[in-house]
């Protein structure tokens, strides 16, 4: 390793400076858990309220009053969905002067015991998009594991690649500068089809991807908020989109350019 890659390499390592981002919708049950979890890797958390009802709005104040050391509440007063719950998350965690931003589902199906690799990476890797991918106990439903699979395919189809080894884990390290600029810049899904577009368009970007094995485990009292037909609707349109945007991007690569 030459010193001017040293050198980098201790500069990155000095400037990481990451926090949590938890969206929230209606976790009342679940979400001090989860907090708790995650309070002895000494790390900032943004919570996000998206649009909560009146019992997880006030779980959420009393933990942000009670742990505002490390807990910043961020409120979005209609539902948008998880997606846009994120990308507010993202942006409040920019604006706050953090450089990474750990996505992590508010039910509690992961396992902090994953995070450790997720911080490393962010040091080493500080410009990369550091993404979960599931490892599964015998609680994760079946009809999960079918739709997740059809989703790689397009996935798979609308990258023309097999980078992507799962585009739906909620665990998730954005480097910050460049996730923010993508949500901007690009239209993003706001439900349950933010993860994986987010992730297809970071790969028409040419930008960085490191992929972790995480462990997932499906609550039995768990809380999901995927809406059936409404999600599945969504989730094609976004498949369809992207594979249009895939072909428009193809067409232009083949174009001959002007003679000049």
């Given at each position: 390793m030459t010193s001017a890659n040293s050198a980098a390499d201790n500069c990155a390592l000095t400037m990481?400076?990451?926090c949590f981002v938890i969206p929230v919708y209606n976790h009342e049950g679940a979400i001090a858990g989860t907090v708790a979890s995650l309070r002895d890797f000494n790390l900032p958390c943004v919570l996000v309220d998206d649009g909560c009802n009146t019992r997880c709005r006030n779980e959420l104040e009393r933990l942000a009053s009670e742990q505002s050391d490390w807990l910043h509440l961020v409120v979005r007063e209609q539902n948008g969905g998880k997606g846009a719950a994120v990308k507010t998350g993202l942006r409040a965690a920019r604006e706050l002067g953090f450089s990474h931003g750990i996505q992590v589902d508010a039910d509690?199906?992961?396992?902090?015991a994953d995070i450790p690799q997720f911080l490393q990476h962010c040091k080493t890797n500080p410009?990369?998009?550091?993404?979960g991918y599931p490892v599964y106990d015998e609680s994760v439903p079946t009809v999960r594991l079918l739709g997740r699979y059809l989703t790689h395919v397009w996935v798979w189809i609308n990258t023309l690649s097999l980078e992507i080894r799962d585009s739906m884990c909620g665990l998730r390290c954005y480097p910050l500068g460049s996730a923010v600029a993508l949500i901007d810049e690009e239209f993003t899904g706001d439900r349950m089809d933010f993860d994986p577009e987010v992730l297809v368009r970071w790969h028409w970007r040419g930008e960085p991807l490191v992929q972790v094995p995480v462990?997932?485990?499906?609550?039995?009292?768990?809380?999901?908020?995927f809406r059936g037909l409404q999600d599945n609707l969504l989730i094609s349109a976004m498949h369809t989109r992207l594979f249009f945007g895939m072909l428009s991007r193809q067409l232009r690569r083949l174009k001959p350019e002007a003679a000049l």
């Open positions: 990481a400076n990451p509690g199906q992961h396992n902090p410009t990369a998009l550091i993404c462990q997932v485990c499906y609550p039995a009292d768990g809380v999901s908020h």
